[in-house]
């Protein structure tokens, strides 16, 4: 069991420029969940998949961000035209409909820096 | 005002005391999880409780439901323990987290 992971890992890019985070939840997990975090804040919910339908989007998440997780496996996160205020740290969780507590299992973050 | 609080925000103690952080919480909630993230940004799952008590190693999690409140102890704290602990609440009809500031803690030796 490899956990999640998520690539890359640092991500340093200038304003105005698309970016894309992948993240590979653990095998047998169906559920997906991206969260992003800010310096000295707790992560904020950006949105939930369920196999590879998308369930529930968060008023953070604007028309810049888009979710996708085509075969219900890995996830990609994509920022269009990327803004200073995105610099955050991007965490993606993984759980499995099987745990009744929803326990979740997070990777290492993607953390951005939009210059 | 958060829908979850922690307290307190930041806290340095010496190597050796007791450490409490606790997590009030203003929604229905199925369980509360406690989280350590260590500089770099890894979190890692602590407990995930629903009611009562849990306990491993020198860490202790409580929760009260009816007070809407949890509490994290360390006991015998060691500079390792330095890192940020953040509550989340997993809420009731939904699959998502809502989550505390987190409280950055830094232990002396």
């Known amino acids: 069991d490899t956990g999640v992971s998520q690539d890359p890992r640092h991500k340093i890019t200038k304003r105005g420029q698309n970016v894309t985070f992948r993240c590979d939840p653990i095998?047998?997990?169906?559920?997906l969940y991206w969260y992003r975090q800010t310096l000295g804040q707790g992560p904020e919910f950006l949105t939930y998949?369920?196999?590879?339908?998308?369930?529930?989007k968060s008023r953070l998440l604007s028309d810049r961000f888009s979710a996708e997780r085509p075969k219900g496996s890995f996830s990609t996160l994509e920022i269009q035209r990327t803004e200073q205020g995105d610099s955050a740290m991007y965490l993606c969780?993984?759980?499995?409909?099987?745990?009744?507590?929803?326990?979740?299992?997070f990777g290492p973050g993607t953390r951005l820096t939009v210059l | 005002k958060n829908e979850v609080e922690q307290s307190p925000q930041n806290l340095t103690a010496q190597e050796g005391e007791f450490i409490t952080i606790n997590c009030s919480y203003s929604?229905?909630?199925?369980?509360l999880h406690w989280l350590q993230q260590h500089p770099g940004g890894g979190i890692v799952s602590l407990f995930m409780l629903s009611s009562g008590k849990k306990k491993h190693g020198r860490l202790i999690a409580t929760i009260n439901i009816q007070e809407k409140h949890s509490s994290l102890h360390i006991t015998a704290s060691h500079p390792r323990d330095s890192a940020v602990y953040i509550c989340a609440a997993f809420t009731s009809g939904t699959y998502k987290y809502i989550f505390g500031t987190g409280t950055r803690l830094k232990v002396l030796a």
């Open positions: 095998s047998e997990h169906n559920r």
């Open positions: 969780a993984s759980s499995s409909y099987r745990d009744l507590r929803n326990e979740q299992f």
């Open positions: 929604v229905g909630i199925s369980a």
């Open positions: 998949f369920q196999n590879e339908a998308q369930l529930e």
